[in-house]
């Protein structure tokens, strides 16, 4: 099958609709499919050879942050040559109702189109105002995807129509065979996400940590990401800044390893989270997870079966709860062993295969109209046709 994946975010800045598109193509190419991703990147961003750049993106506040979005008319000419020589089976757009190549897509291609929604916000004005020009490009899709119940509500509340829900997908024994490295392991808290983001919720954290470090002093905070180290840890008392280490970027080997080799890897996001892949690669690397209590993050970890929640922007109960686990080793235990076996609903064999079943109904519906189209036509020709 050629199948053509459209990401909306620019290839150079990680994140995890960027992550799931790269882990998708690279299993759909893995089982012989022919695949090629249109994305925004830099022009000296290295890209892999499925990887095809439309030029570089802008910065856009979108869903309480800023993404990376490329938009206008260079684009779309760009979007209209991917697709004409990429002579697709079937195009998967991420992200369509954003004003991104996913949307320029959705104006122009034709055949079977296949979106993905990420975003959870039930109160998007900015998806309300649009409704209208959506409506008239969302009506092409064939098939709609919701990584989560929360992503599948917020699309039904603003645009209409439904889709299946299948989650976000993890190399699930990537993080499971790495290997810890030995000076991030003992009393760690985890924390992976963009500093300078404060929907990711490392402020939260660092108003827990003095409250974690009185009564365990010997804990160390590992902090993976890029932003201001320096605004980070302006609020935290001197003498506790050197419990915390910045590892800046981190490869996707170091990322595992990091979720390897923590006691208690913690999610403190505050909002905007549709899914949660973060939490799903820790669980998969065996690191026991602490997280707020987002309708998306509960139901990544099974209501809290997989994973301890605390209140959300709760800096206390996140404090009370980190000292608790930090204190429990057999608790621990138990969230690595129970998360451990939740995740492997998220592994790619799983998850892949679901969305390989979707292409495979909008490709063998399309081509059942054409047949019948066909079939029309002749008997026209034919003066076969009844009035």
């Keep these: 099958m050629r199948i053509g994946i459209v990401c909306p975010y620019s290839w150079d800045v990680p994140g995890g609709v960027q992550f799931h598109i790269r882990d998708l193509a690279e299993y759909f190419i893995r089982l012989g499919h022919e695949v090629s991703v249109l994305a925004p990147a830099d022009d000296d961003t290295p890209l892999p050879p499925y990887v095809v750049s439309a030029g570089r ?20 000419a760009r979007v209209r ?23 320029l897509t959705c104006w122009a291609a034709q055949g079977p189109l296949v979106a993905t929604f990420h975003t959870s916000n039930p109160r998007s004005k900015a998806m309300i105002a649009a409704y209208a020009i959506l409506q008239a490009a969302l ?11 929360y992503a599948r509500r917020t699309l039904v509340e603003h ?4 889709a299946v829900v299948i989650p976000n997908g993890v190399d699930v024994d990537f993080f499971a065979k790495a290997e810890p ?19 990711k919720g490392l402020p939260v954290l660092m108003r827990a940590l003095p409250k974690i470090l009185a009564a365990r002093p010997q804990t160390r905070l590992l902090v993976a990401g890029r932003g201001d180290e320096e605004e980070a840890v302006e609020s935290l008392p001197a003498e506790l800044r050197p419990r915390v280490e ?8 170091d990322k595992a390893r990091l979720l390897r080799s ?16 973060i939490l799903v690669e820790a669980m998969s690397a065996g690191a026991p997870v602490l997280a707020s209590d987002l309708d998306a993050f509960a139901q990544v970890l099974d209501q809290g079966a997989a994973g301890e929640l605390f209140a959300n922007e709760d800096a206390d109960a996140l404090a009370d709860a980190a000292v608790r686990l930090l204190g429990d080793p057999e608790r621990r235990g138990q969230l690595r062993e129970r998360g451990s076996a939740h995740v492997r609903r998220f592994d790619w064999s799983t998850v892949g295969a679901d969305i390989l079943s979707v292409y495979e109904t909008v490709t063998a519906g399309a081509a059942a109209v054409a047949t019948d189209d066909r079939a029309t036509g002749l008997r026209a020709r034919l003066g076969l046709t009844r009035d």
């Design 181 to 199: 490295r030995p000076e991030w392991q003992g009393g760690t808290i985890g924390f992976i996400g963009r500093i300078d983001e404060p929907r």
């Design 81 to 103: 040559r991917w697709l004409h020589d990429g002579s697709f089976d079937v195009v998967h757009i991420h992200e369509p109702s954003s004003p991104s190549l996913g949307l």
């Design 262 to 277: 923590v006691d208690l890897y913690v999610a403190p996001n505050t909002g905007g989270e549709s899914f949660g892949i």
């Design 159 to 162: 645009l209409g129509g439904d």
């Design 57 to 76: 993106a802008v910065p856009v506040p979108y869903n309480g942050s800023v993404a990376r979005l490329n938009f206008g008319f260079l684009s779309a």
């Design 246 to 253: 910045f590892l800046g970027m981190v490869s996707d080997e």
């Design 139 to 149: 009506e092409k899709i064939s098939a709609r995807i919701a990584v989560s119940e």
